[in-house]
């Protein structure tokens, strides 16, 4: 059974109000939380790392209360229920947060809003940044560690995992869009995210160096160049997964995306580019998308790495 942990009447003050004035002058708030952790993040271990640290939760509430001011207790909410899933392995968390002298003329103890909300529909609620559905389905059979993101773009799959406790090795070619993850990276306090510049397209002799039995997990989402996967085998350490979702050539004939069909898998393609991994879960179809109205056609991957002497 998942852990529940709870603080009550956490206090502090912070500039929060529809008018100037409350915004000017710092005025006490408080939170209470109830925050469910992941049960695959539980270790029976008596050991602090394996739980949540109520006070470093405390203090990173209080933090992102007083970091700069807002029109609206609401947008504070979330603001720190956002901080809660980003930076806590956590799979529900309740928050109460409330002003304790509001400006009102009746007499009251408090006024304040309250949020519920599970992991997923915190991903779906923020869906422009939320991970694929198949990473936030598949992700407790990953191992620990280290994980190389492939076209990481923007990072919403490296800013997943890190909010999980990996160390991610995030590459693009796009600098932009890494100087926008580090950024992200920055204001949610990961210092487990690192970014590569690398086209990963280079032909020899300027071919990218994945490293050799490097990486416990590889992700590669919505990129696909043949003549990488040789690379992304030897990165994998004995053990390690690869985790593979793209299009499929239905989706180039459903809706004329990707334009080029070389862009898009054939029918079982996946299968044969992972050749040599153990294949732990496949599928291909149509898969709802939650940062859209429609489906995508893809083909979904996790593969294993053989250990010598388990998988021959």
Known sequence: MPNTIIIERLEFRGRCGVTVEERTKPQPLAIDVELQQSAVSLNPADDLRSTIDYAVVARRLVEVGTAGE?????????????????EFPLERAKLWL????????????????TLERTRDMQCVHHADHAPARFLI???????????????????RHALYLASRGYRVDAIDRDAAALER??????????????????????????????????YDVILVFFYLYRPLFPLLHAA??????????????????????????EFCLAPN???GL?????????DEGSHPDHRT??????????????????FS
């Open 293 to 310: 109205a429609r489906a995508n056609y893809t083909a979904r991957l996790i593969a294993c790495k053989p250990i010598e002497g388990f």
């Open 98 to 113: 409330r002003k304790l002298h509001p400006p009102i003329d009746q007499r009251t103890t408090s006024v304040g809003v």
């Open 269 to 271: 393609e996946l299968l």
């Open 137 to 155: 389905e598949q992700w407790p059979r990953l191992p620990r560690g280290t994980v190389l993101d492939v076209a990481a773009g923007d990072g």
């Open 70 to 86: 807002c029109h609206l207790l609401e947008t504070l909410a979330e603001r720190l229920l956002q901080m809660l899933f980003d």
């Open 274 to 282: 992972a050749s040599g991994l153990r294949i732990v879960h496949y």
């Open 181 to 214: 993850l580090e950024a992200s990276a920055r204001s949610r306090g990961y210092d487990t995210i690192t970014t590569r510049v690398i086209d990963l397209e280079s032909p020899a002799p300027h071919k990218p160096d994945l490293g050799k039995e490097q």
């Open 236 to 261: 994998l350490k004995p053990g390690g997964m690869l985790v593979y979702e793209t299009f499929t050539i239905d989706h180039h004939l459903h809706y004329q995306h990707p334009k080029r069909r």
